[in-house]
């Protein structure tokens, strides 16, 4: 059974700093595009960075540039989000999604139904 499960998310203070991890179980998370998505109530979904499934494309949105790295670790089948300064807007659920993708990472980030394999979601609150 293909599962992806996220952690590392919590409350942090602004400016503060998470790192998530996206983990697959299932299935060699390797051969997979990956993006990390999120929500905030009232809002639709929103890519925030995905990386190509060899690691050599990645792509931000423009509200997270400068903050956020993904990165992936082929040998323990993970995705990584790392979240630098971070802010009270970027209060939301994270969710990470997967799948056979062949197109550009900026559509991989655009186009959420591209993916069929989705996490259950982790809570990321920013606030003092």
């Known amino acids: 059974q293909l599962q992806l499960v996220e952690s590392g998310g919590g409350l942090v203070h602004p400016g503060g700093s998470l790192r998530l991890s996206c983990a697959a179980s299932?299935?060699?998370?390797?051969?997979?595009?990956v993006g990390w998505f999120r929500q905030a109530p009232g809002q639709d979904r929103e890519g925030v960075s995905c990386?190509?499934?060899?690691?050599?494309?990645?792509n931000y949105a423009d509200s997270v540039k400068g903050r956020f790295t993904i990165s992936r670790d082929f040998a323990k089948n993970t995705v990584w989000l790392r979240m630098n300064s971070l802010k009270p807007e970027d209060t939301a659920v994270y969710y990470c999604?997967?799948?056979?993708?062949?197109?550009?990472?900026?559509?991989?980030?655009?186009?959420?139904?591209?993916?069929?394999?989705w996490g259950q979601g982790i809570q990321v609150t920013v606030s003092s």
């Open positions: 990386i190509s499934s060899s690691g050599d494309s990645t």
């Open positions: 299932g299935f060699t998370l390797g051969y997979f595009a």
């Open positions: 999604a997967a799948d056979r993708i062949d197109t550009t990472v900026q559509n991989m980030c655009a186009i959420s139904r591209l993916y069929d394999h």
